[in-house]
C-alpha cells in the first residue's frame, strides 16, 4: 500500500479564463490533456499539505521558495487547509514510486503522489510552465491534467571535478539543472591521477597535497609538463566534509542522489603522491599536471595489504558521508605493467592461485566489494571490472560501447548503460572548427536523442536488469563552469527525455519546438548552451547501382544550400530537396540556413571520388572497431575520402594489421591502387608502417602487386593524411587485398611509448 500526498495551490474566488497555450515540458510527460483556462499564482494564493510528514512539508517549502524568486510573492504554507485537502492511502501502482498527478484547474492546482519523490518531480513540471526569472507579470498555469512517471529508474549525469575543481556553489547549481530535468542520480567523480577531492580525516594528506598541482591550464591537457621540485602546487581544491554534507542535503530535497566515485585500482596518482607506500614502487612523485604519465606511478599495488586498510579506512569515511546504496570504485582503464614487475603482486597471484594480472584486479574488486557490501552498500564499477570475473553482486557501468553492460545483464547483473558514444558529454556537440576545444568526438543533440538504452541484443528477461543510463562530463578540456553548463546544454534535455519519457513517444521535431521555449529560458537566466549543431551531415548513398549524396541538417527549421564547384555556400546556392547524384568526381561543401542566415562558420565538405569499387563489398580479417565504424562496413569503397574528423567515415583497428579484401564482382582491369590513411599523434592514430596491394582471380591464391613504404614522420604531430598509391602496368583482376602494418610500438616520447597504435583508414581507390 503506498500514501498519496496532495500539494494544493488554493486561490480565493477567481475566474480566469484564456485561450489554451502549448505545453513545453522535457521530459515529455506520459500524459497531457490541456483544456481552457489559466490559474493565476497571486498573492492570494497558499500551498496546502495535508500531511504532516516532515518531508512532503520540506517539499512545499521548497515550491514556497520558487515562487518567491520568481515573482517576490511569499506565499503561505497552511497545513490546517480544509478545501479539497485530503490524504488519502491508495495502490497506485500506474505511477510507481517517482510518478505524479497534475491537475490545474480554474481555482486549484493539485499534485498528487504515492511518495515525496513524486511531489516533488510534479513540481518540476509545474515550473515549466512559469516564467525563468523574476518578473512583475502575471504568474499564469494553464488549465490541464498530467499523468507522469518515469521509464527508468536511473537516470544519471555525472561531473569529473578531479581533473579541475568546481566550488560547491557550482555543485548546487549543477544539482538545480538535474533536478528540473528529472534526473534522480548526481554520480561525483571525487578521484583521479590529477587530484582528490573529498576531505578524509584519517588521511589529511589527500587533500593537502593530493588536491593541489601545478597550474599549466593554459597549456592543452596532453602537452602539459610535468611538476619540478620547488614549483608552486595552487592549483586545484577540495570539499571539506561539512560541505559535502551540506550538498548531499542540498540534493536529496531535489530527488536527487549522489553516488560518490572513488577510484581504484587505477587512475590514483594524486593518492600517492599524497602516500608513497600506496604504489608498487613506493616512491615518491608530485602530483600530476596534465596527460603526462611518463615514470609516474598511478595505480595501487594489489600485493600490499596495507593498501586494503587505507581503502577500508577511506570508504569508511565517505559511506558516513553518502547514504547512496551505491559506491562507485571506478576500476576503468588499469595498467597492469606495474603489477607485472612487483614482486607482491606476483606474490599475491601465486598466493591466491590466480591465473594473471586480469585475475588479480578482479580479487582487487571482490575484496573491496565483501566490504562495501559489510557496510549494506553496493558497488558499482566501469565496466572493466568484468576483467578476470565480475564481483559478485557488482553492478556495472558500461562506458566502452554497450558490449560490458550486455554481458553483465545476460550474467544477470544490474548495469547503468553510458557508452562514449552518444552519452560522452566531454565530446563535440557541434562543428569542431566553430566549437570550444574538446577531447574529441562527436555527440549531437539528436545522436543523444536517437539514443535507446536498451540493446537489441538483450531479450525482455535480461533487459530487465538495465536500470537506465546517464551522460558522463569528464573535465579535462572543461576548465571553468561556463564550460560545464555549455557542454551539457542542451544535450542534457534530450537525454532526459530518453530516460524519463515512454519510447513510443518519441518525436524529434516535437522535442525541438518545445527545446525552442527552453532556449529562451537559458536566455533570460543567463545560462551558456550550445546553440546547435549547424554542420550539415553528407552521407553517401548507394541505390540501382549509382552514388548519392544524401544532405540533412539538426536545425530546427533549418535549410541546405550546396554547391558542387567548390564555391562557398550562399543563400542564392542551390536549396537541398533530395539525394544529389554523383556522376562525376567533385567536392561537395553544404551550410545550414536558419530564417535567412547562414549559420554554419564553416561548410561542410566532402571529396567524393568515382572509381571501380564504388559500392563493393569488404571483408575484414581483424574487425573493425564498434567505435569507428564509419557508415558501415563498405566505409572503404563508398566513394568518400575522409578527412581529419576522426570519428567520420574512418575505419579504426587497434594493435592489428589492417587486412581487407575488396570483392569486385567480376574480373575488371585496373592500373592503380590507393589506400588513405591518419594520423593523429595525440589520439594513439599512426601511418602503417607499410601498405601492400595484392590481386586475385579466385579470391585465394594472391600475387603481390606492390608494398609502399611509409613516408610520414612518427613524431609529426599534425592532423594529416596519407595516399599509399601503387601504379602498375594494367592487370585484370576481381579481387583486391590491402594490407596495413600497425605500429607495433608508439614511438619515444609518446604518451603511450611502447605501446601500439591505431590503423585508421579510408577509401580504396581503384583506377
Known amino acids: 500500500m503506498k500514501f498519496c500526498y496532495w500539494v494544493l495551490f488554493y486561490l480565493l474566488p477567481l475566474s480566469v479564463y484564456a485561450q489554451s497555450q502549448p505545453i513545453n515540458i522535457i521530459p515529455k510527460p506520459v500524459n497531457v490533456q490541456i483544456s481552457a483556462g489559466v490559474f493565476v499564482i497571486n498573492e492570494q494564493t497558499t500551498i ?9 512539508f520540506s517539499a512545499a517549502v521548497y515550491l514556497q521558495n520558487i515562487i518567491k524568486d520568481l515573482s517576490g510573492l511569499a506565499i503561505p504554507i497552511n497545513k490546517n487547509a480544509k478545501q479539497n485537502i485530503s490524504l488519502r492511502i491508495i495502490n497506485d501502482s500506474k505511477i ?6 497534475l491537475t490545474v484547474l480554474n ?15 510534479g513540481i518540476q513540471s509545474l515550473l515549466q510552465t512559469l516564467p525563468s526569472i523574476r518578473t512583475n507579470a502575471k504568474l499564469t498555469v494553464p488549465c490541464m491534467a498530467i499523468t507522469d512517471y518515469p521509464r527508468f529508474k536511473w537516470r544519471g549525469m555525472h561531473l569529473d571535478v578531479s581533473r579541475h575543481f568546481f566550488g560547491p556553489n557550482v555543485i548546487k547549481q549543477y544539482i538545480n539543472l538535474l533536478a528540473a530535468y528529472k534526473f534522480n542520480t548526481f554520480h561525483w567523480h571525487l578521484v583521479d591521477d590529477q587530484g582528490w577531492r573529498i576531505e578524509i580525516k584519517k588521511y589529511p594528506a589527500l587533500t593537502n597535497i593530493g588536491a593541489w598541482r601545478v597550474d599549466y591550464t593554459h597549456l592543452v591537457w596532453g602537452k602539459r609538463p610535468q611538476a619540478e621540485n620547488g614549483e608552486a602546487a595552487n592549483y586545484g581544491g577540495y570539499y571539506t566534509q561539512a560541505q559535502i554534507k551540506d550538498i548531499v542535503a542540498y540534493a536529496a530535497e531535489r530527488n536527487v542522489t549522489i553516488v560518490p566515485e572513488i577510484e581504484m585500482p587505477g587512475h590514483v596518482a594524486s593518492a600517492i603522491a599524497s602516500y608513497s607506500f600506496l604504489s608498487c614502487t613506493q616512491q615518491p612523485q608530485l602530483p600530476l599536471t596534465g596527460g603526462n604519465y611518463t615514470n609516474m606511478s598511478s595505480n595501487y599495488c594489489a600485493g600490499n595489504d596495507s593498501v586494503f586498510h587505507f581503502l577500508e579506512d577511506v570508504l569508511t569515511e565517505v559511506i558516513q558521508l553518502f547514504p547512496s546504496k551505491y559506491i562507485h570504485i571506478g576500476g576503468d582503464e588499469v595498467d597492469k605493467t606495474s603489477w607485472k614487475k612487483c614482486t607482491k603482486c606476483q606474490a599475491r597471484i601465486q598466493k591466491e592461485k590466480l591465473n594473471n594480472e586480469e585475475e588479480l584486479q578482479s580479487y582487487f574488486i571482490k575484496r573491496i566489494e565483501r566490504f562495501i557490501n559489510g557496510k549494506n552498500r553496493k558497488m558499482i564499477g566501469w565496466d572493466e571490472i ?29 548495469v547503468v548503460m553510458t557508452p562514449g558514444n552518444p552519452v ?11 566549437e570550444p576545444i574538446a577531447i574529441g568526438g562527436f555527440n549531437t543533440l539528436k545522436k543523444v536523442y536517437d539514443y ?54 518519441k518525436d524529434w521535431t516535437g522535442f525541438n519546438e518545445r527545446l525552442q521555449w527552453h532556449f529562451k529560458s537559458f536566455d533570460q537566466q ?3 548552451y550550445s546553440k546547435g549543431n549547424f554542420k550539415v551531415d553528407i552521407k553517401p548513398l548507394l541505390k540501382d547501382g549509382k552514388l548519392y549524396a544524401a544532405l540533412s541538417t539538426e536545425m530546427y527549421k533549418g535549410q541546405i544550400h550546396y554547391t558542387v564547384n567548390g564555391m562557398q555556400p550562399s543563400l542564392q546556392s542551390q536549396l537541398y530537396a533530395q539525394p544529389i547524384e554523383v556522376n562525376q568526381s567533385m567536392v561537395l561543401k553544404a551550410s545550414t540556413a536558419v530564417n535567412g542566415e547562414i549559420k554554419s562558420l564553416f561548410p561542410a565538405e566532402q571529396q567524393f571520388v568515382l572509381h571501380k569499387a564504388i559500392g563493393k563489398n569488404v571483408q575484414y580479417t581483424h574487425p573493425i572497431s564498434s567505435s569507428y565504424m564509419a557508415d558501415g562496413p563498405n566505409a572503404l569503397t563508398d566513394g568518400i575520402k575522409g578527412n581529419t574528423t576522426i570519428h567520420q567515415f574512418w575505419h579504426g583497428i ?14 575488371t582491369t585496373i592500373q592503380m591502387l590507393s589506400l588513405g590513411c591518419l594520423q593523429h599523434y595525440n589520439d594513439w592514430i599512426m601511418m602503417p608502417e607499410w601498405v601492400k596491394f595484392e590481386i586475385s582471380e579466385d579470391g585465394v591464391t594472391y600475387r603481390e602487386i606492390k608494398t609502399v613504404a611509409n613516408t610520414i614522420a612518427l613524431q609529426n604531430k599534425t592532423a594529416l593524411i596519407n595516399q599509399f598509391t601503387a601504379s602498375f602496368t594494367p592487370v585484370k583482376t576481381r579481387f583486391i587485398k590491402v594490407t596495413a602494418k600497425v605500429l607495433d610500438q608508439l614511438p619515444k616520447g609518446h604518451a603511450g611509448e611502447g605501446k601500439p597504435a591505431w590503423i585508421f583508414a579510408d577509401e580504396l581507390i581503384v583506377e
Open 424 to 434: 560522452y558529454f566531454d565530446h563535440y556537440q557541434g562543428d569542431p572548427l566553430s
Open 107 to 121: 481555482n486549484a492546482i493539485q499534485i498528487k503522489a504515492n511518495t515525496k519523490v513524486g511531489i516533488v518531480n
Open 386 to 414: 568484468l576483467e578476470g570475473g565480475l564481483a559478485p553482486d557488482a553492478t556495472v557501468m558500461s562506458w566502452r560501447g554497450e558490449s560490458g553492460g550486455i554481458a553483465a545483464a545476460k550474467m544477470k547483473h544490474d
Open 654 to 667: 587497434f594493435a592489428k594489421d589492417l587486412i581487407a579484401v575488396i570483392d569486385l564482382t567480376e574480373s
Open 452 to 505: 535507446e538504452p536498451l540493446p537489441k541484443a538483450l531479450n525482455e528477461q535480461e533487459a530487465g536488469y538495465v536500470l537506465g543510463a546517464q551522460a558522463n562530463l569528464w573535465t579535462e578540456f572543461v576548465t571553468t563552469p561556463k564550460q560545464v553548463e555549455y557542454m551539457v546544454l542542451p544535450r542534457m534535455l534530450a537525454l532526459s527525455e530518453v530516460l524519463w519519457s515512454p519510447k513510443s513517444s
Open 48 to 56: 496546502a499539505v495535508s500531511s504532516k510528514d516532515i518531508a512532503l
Open 96 to 101: 510507481g514510486p517517482e510518478g505524479y498527478y
Open 526 to 528: 543567463g545560462r551558456h
